[in-house]
C-alpha cells in the first residue's frame, strides 16, 4: 500500500480491492493517549464517518462509495479528479457548490470541514471528501461554522453565487445565515477582515 | 537595557527584573484562594498589601537600583479587573517619578514570549494552558504582527474545570496537582471527550466527573479526567501543527507545570519529529519576569506607549496585541 495523503488523526493509502482501485483511511493508533482512550475514539469515530458517508449519498450528495469497513478503517473507492482548491471553475460553478451544502445540511448533516481542499472535481461532477469532521446535526451554529470556512477560503465573487444559490435550496437558509452574521462578529473571527 | 515586570492579573503579585534579556530577580506572592476562590476587591487589597514588599525584594535581589531602570512594563489585561489596576497604578506611579518608559504588556502574550525567550525556539505553534485560558496560538503576520488563534475552549480553561471539579469532590488546594497525585494510582473510566478541529470544551467533561465522584473511587476519576482532558490537548494541538506545517511546539501557563501534559505533548512530537520546549515550573505560573521580559522586547523594538494605551482591559484578546 502506497501513502496517498494523511492529517493528523489519520492516513490515507491507495490499495486495490476486487481489481479496483480503492484507497483506504486508517485511523492510527495515538501513543499520547491512554489505549483504552484511545481504541475508543478510533473506533467511534470510524463508524460516525461511514455512516454519514452513507446518510450524505442518501441525501443526494456524491462522495466516495464506501466499499468495506474495519474495526479503524474504512475502504473506499478511489476517484479520479482534481481537489477544487488546484481547479480553476468560473464564479457561477460555486453556485453547485452551494448546491451541495444545502443538500447535505438537509439531510441532516454538517461537514465540519468545508472548504475547497475537501471538494473533488470529478468531470463535471463534485464530489464531497472527508467526513472527519462531520456530524450528525441541524444545528445553525454548525451549518453557519460550514459557510464561513468556505467564505474564508474562496473569492467575494465566488462566494456570492455559493452563498445565493445555498440561500434558494437550504432548508431553514435564513436562520443559518443571520447566525453566519452574528458568528462572524465575534472576536476571534474579526482580525482577518481588518485586511 | 534594565527593566522591571509588574505582573497582577490574578491571585500573583510578581515583580521580574531583566537586563539585557537575562533575567536578574523574579519574586512573587501568591494570594491564598482557600476554599472560597478569588474574590476581586480582596485580592487586589493583597495586592496593595504586598506590593512594596516584593518590589523591593525583586530589587535587592537583582542588585539595581531604581535609578538604572530604563523601563517599566506591567500586564495590562486579561485578568480581575481590580487586580489589573493595583499593578497598573503601582507601575504608572514608578514610570512617573523616575521618568521612564512605561509598557503596557499583553499577559498571553508574556506567556509565550518568555517562554520563547528561554527555549530559543523561534516560531512554535503555542499551547497556552491556565486557568483562566486554553489556547493554541501561533505568530500571523497579517493584517500586523499577532498571535492568531488556531483554536481554544468554547467554555472555560483547563485549569478552571480542574480546580473546580478538584472544589466540587472535597479535594485539598493546590487542586491541580492534587487531582494529579490522585491519577497516578487510578484506572480508566469513559468520561466525554469533546474537540471540534481544533477547538475544546471542558464543561461537559466537568459535570461528568463531579458526578462519578460521588460512584467511583477518586483515584479513577482522577486519572480518567486528567488523561481526557489532556488528550483533548494533544489532539487539537497535533492538529494545529500539521495544519501550519510547523516544526516547533511550545506550551506554556499554569498547567503546563503538569509533567503528563508535558510527557504526551513530547509524545506527539516525536511522532512527527516537532522540537519541543518548555519554561521552568516558576516562570509558567504568572510572574514578573515574563512581563519584564516582554516589554525590554518591545522597548528594544521601539515601541512607545501613548498615555491613551496605558490603561488596563480586562478582556485584552490575545490577538488584538501587536507583537514585536
Known amino acids: ?195 | 537595557m534594565i527593566v522591571i515586570g509588574i505582573e497582577s492579573s490574578a491571585h500573583t503579585f510578581g515583580v521580574g527584573v531583566v537586563k539585557n534579556g537575562k533575567i536578574l530577580a523574579n519574586e512573587k506572592k501568591m494570594y491564598d484562594v482557600g476554599a472560597s476562590g478569588m474574590i476581586p476587591a480582596e485580592v487586589a487589597e493583597f495586592h496593595v498589601e504586598n506590593s512594596g514588599e516584593v518590589l523591593e525584594t525583586a530589587l535587592g535581589k537583582s542588585g539595581m537600583n531604581l535609578e538604572d531602570v530604563d523601563g517599566i512594563g506591567y500586564t495590562k489585561g486579561p485578568g480581575l479587573g481590580p487586580c489589573l489596576q493595583v499593578g497598573q497604578m503601582t507601575a504608572k506611579t514608578l514610570a512617573t517619578r523616575l521618568g521612564v518608559e512605561l509598557v503596557p504588556v499583553n499577559h498571553s502574550v508574556a506567556h509565550v514570549e518568555i517562554t520563547k525567550h528561554v527555549t530559543g525556539l523561534i516560531d512554535p505553534v503555542a499551547l497556552y494552558v491556565s486557568g483562566g485560558n486554553s489556547q493554541i496560538l501561533k505568530i500571523d503576520n497579517k493584517p500586523y504582527r499577532h498571535y492568531r488563534i488556531l483554536g481554544e475552549t468554547f467554555d472555560i480553561g483547563v485549569g478552571n474545570m480542574l480546580d473546580s471539579f478538584a472544589r466540587a469532590a472535597g479535594l485539598k488546594p493546590a487542586w491541580g496537582s492534587t487531582v494529579a497525585k490522585l491519577a497516578e494510582g487510578g484506572r480508566y473510566t469513559a468520561m466525554p471527550y469533546t474537540v471540534k478541529g481544533m477547538d475544546f470544551a471542558f464543561t461537559g467533561l466537568l459535570t461528568r466527573a463531579t458526578e462519578l465522584a460521588a460512584e467511583r473511587k477518586m483515584e479513577d476519576v482522577c486519572y480518567s479526567l486528567q488523561e481526557t482532558s489532556f488528550a483533548m490537548l494533544c489532539e487539537a494541538t497535533e492538529r494545529a501543527l500539521l495544519l501550519t506545517n510547523s516544526v516547533e511546539l511550545c506550551t506554556c501557563g499554569g498547567v503546563a507545570q503538569s509533567k503528563r501534559l508535558k510527557e504526551m505533548l513530547g509524545s506527539v512530537c516525536d511522532e512527527h519529529k516537532i522540537k519541543f520546549g518548555f519554561a521552568s515550573d516558576d516562570l509558567n505560573a504568572d510572574n514578573g519576569a515574563m512581563i519584564a521580559v516582554t516589554a525590554e522586547k518591545m522597548l528594544e523594538q521601539g515601541y512607545r506607549a501613548g498615555p491613551k494605551e496605558c490603561g488596563i482591559e480586562q478582556r485584552y484578546r490575545v490577538d488584538r496585541a501587536v507583537v514585536f
Request: glycine fraction near 10%; aromatic fraction near 8%.
Open chain 1, 1 to 195: 500500500m502506497r501513502r496517498f495523503s494523511g492529517g493528523a488523526e489519520a492516513e490515507i493509502f491507495e490499495t486495490e480491492i476486487f481489481g479496483k482501485g480503492a484507497v483506504v483511511k486508517v485511523r492510527c493508533e495515538k501513543k499520547y493517549r491512554i489505549r483504552e482512550l484511545d481504541v475508543s475514539i478510533r473506533r467511534t469515530r470510524t463508524r460516525r464517518e461511514a455512516k454519514l458517508l452513507h446518510k450524505a449519498r442518501m441525501g443526494g450528495v456524491l462522495v466516495p462509495r464506501v466499499i468495506a469497513l474495519g474495526k479503524f478503517s474504512i475502504y473506499m473507492e478511489k476517484l479520479s479528479g482534481t481537489p477544487l482548491k488546484d481547479t480553476k471553475i468560473p464564479e457561477k460553478g460555486y453556485g453547485e457548490i452551494g448546491r451541495l451544502l444545502a443538500r447535505m445540511h438537509n439531510a441532516g448533516i454538517v461537514h465540519g470541514d468545508f472548504t475547497p481542499a475537501n471538494i473533488m472535481v470529478c468531470g463535471d461532477d463534485f464530489y464531497v471528501i472527508d467526513f472527519g469532521l462531520a456530524e450528525d446535526s441541524r444545528s445553525s451554529e454548525e451549518r453557519a461554522i460550514d459557510l464561513l470556512l468556505m467564505k474564508r477560503s474562496v473569492g467575494r465573487g465566488h462566494y456570492k453565487f455559493f452563498e445565493s444559490a445555498y440561500a434558494r435550496e437550504a432548508d431553514g437558509s435564513k436562520e443559518t445565515l443571520a447566525r453566519l452574521s452574528e458568528v462572524e462578529l465575534r472576536g476571534r473571527y474579526q482580525i482577518r477582515t481588518l485586511t
